[in-house]
């Protein structure tokens, strides 16, 4: 329906800005419109202390009303497992903190690529997130800190591609973005800018056509790489905002984490992978769990890990298998499992 009211107020540039205002904040909203118990899913205000609960309704409302264990609820749920002791986890389980960071606002781990964090919040707070302790305050790049990093890669010139990340880039404003872009796109070296993003998924209405204009300034590439882990997130609304994404010409790819309890069977994998596709994305990455503290609750042995994605090979074609992947502190590139 693209041209019923509806698909219009999405793409209104104001409705994402007051949906990312509005976001869910406490259990008890989002369980009482669930209607759900915090004894029944175990919720922990107490978890939420160290990492607060945050959630598009936009996303909220493809849960499953009365499921406690409805996978998209889970992502986002603070439960007293977050505060249980886990040997091998840490808050720093990629090295970020530790030495990557060339300079505020830049992870310059890999060759020819460079991370650029654009900024430190998010629309939702995935419970697994292997930054929910990064030190956001000490490596942020407001606007006019985006000149200095880069200085950086205009320095580099075997740097041929800048990552937009976060934190989420796009929850940044048009404004900020459109002169980070052109900027980046004046660096005569850097022939593509990719954005790592969560908001198509969880806030599809940030998808407009002025983001898209200044995401892809003149001379460069623009890859699109999206998060969703299970095919429920992928709504007509998130669709849509694939298909205006595809529409820009731009390359739209997906990641996703191996999560226990959400997506750690083969056909819940094969059928996110078919629904990516149906709507134009190719699955990239399937991450499995950075051990980082307060998600053990959704790690998987990676003799699992390895037997889901053989099962998936079997299952699909080659290019609707995502690569297995670990982040390794320290290695020049993700490490292949598979
Ligand atoms: C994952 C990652 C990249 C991108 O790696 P690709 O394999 O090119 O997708 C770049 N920089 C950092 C710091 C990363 O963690
Ligand atoms: S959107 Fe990405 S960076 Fe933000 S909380 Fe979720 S996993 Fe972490």
Redesign the pocket.
């Known amino acids: 329906m693209p041209n019923s009211p509806t698909s219009l107020t999405l793409h209104s540039g104001t409705d994402w800005k007051r949906q990312l205002a509005d976001v869910v904040r406490d259990g008890d909203t989002l369980l009482c419109a669930l209607g759900l118990t915090p004894e029944q899913v175990g919720f922990s205000a107490a978890a939420c202390r160290g990492f607060r609960l945050k959630v598009p309704w936009d996303f909220v409302r493809r849960m499953r009303h009365g499921d406690p264990d409805d996978p998209l609820l889970r992502q986002v749920l603070a439960t007293g497992d977050e505060l249980l002791d886990a040997p091998g986890f840490g808050d720093d389980p990629t090295g970020e903190a530790e030495g990557a960071v060339a300079r505020a606002g830049i992870l310059h781990k890999y060759r020819g690529r460079v991370l650029l964090v654009v900024a430190g919040g998010?629309?939702?707070?995935?419970r697994?997130?292997?930054?929910?302790h990064f030190p956001y305050d000490s490596n942020r790049v407001g606007r006019k800190d985006w000149a200095q990093a880069l200085d950086y890669v205009a320095a580099a010139p075997d740097i041929h591609e800048v990552i937009l990340s976060?934190?989420?880039p796009l929850v940044a404003d048009d404004p900020a973005l459109e002169d980070l872009c052109a900027t980046i796109a004046d660096i005569h070296h850097v022939r593509r800018i990719r954005v790592h993003t969560?908001l198509p998924i969880?806030l599809p209405a940030r998808v407009t056509d002025r983001l898209l204009a200044a995401l892809s300034p003149a001379g460069v590439q623009t890859v699109f790489v999206v998060?969703a882990n299970h095919a429920r997130e992928i709504d007509d609304g998130v669709g849509q905002a694939f298909q205006r994404i595809l529409d820009a010409g731009m390359t739209l790819l997906n990641q996703s984490?191996l999560l226990a309890g959400v997506n750690d069977d083969i056909d819940t994998l094969a059928e996110l992978s078919e629904t990516l596709f149906a709507h134009g994305a190719l699955p990239y990455y399937l991450h499995v769990l950075d051990r980082v503290t307060g998600a053990a609750h959704f790690d998987l042995p990676e003799s699992r890990a390895l037997a889901l994605h053989a099962g998936l090979r079997k299952a699909l074609p080659g290019y609707l298998v995502p690569r297995l992947v670990r982040e390794v502190a320290g290695e020049a590139s993700k490490t292949p499992l598979a």
């Open positions: 998010c629309a939702v707070n995935c697994y997130c292997f930054r929910r976060g934190g989420d969560r969880v998060h984490v």
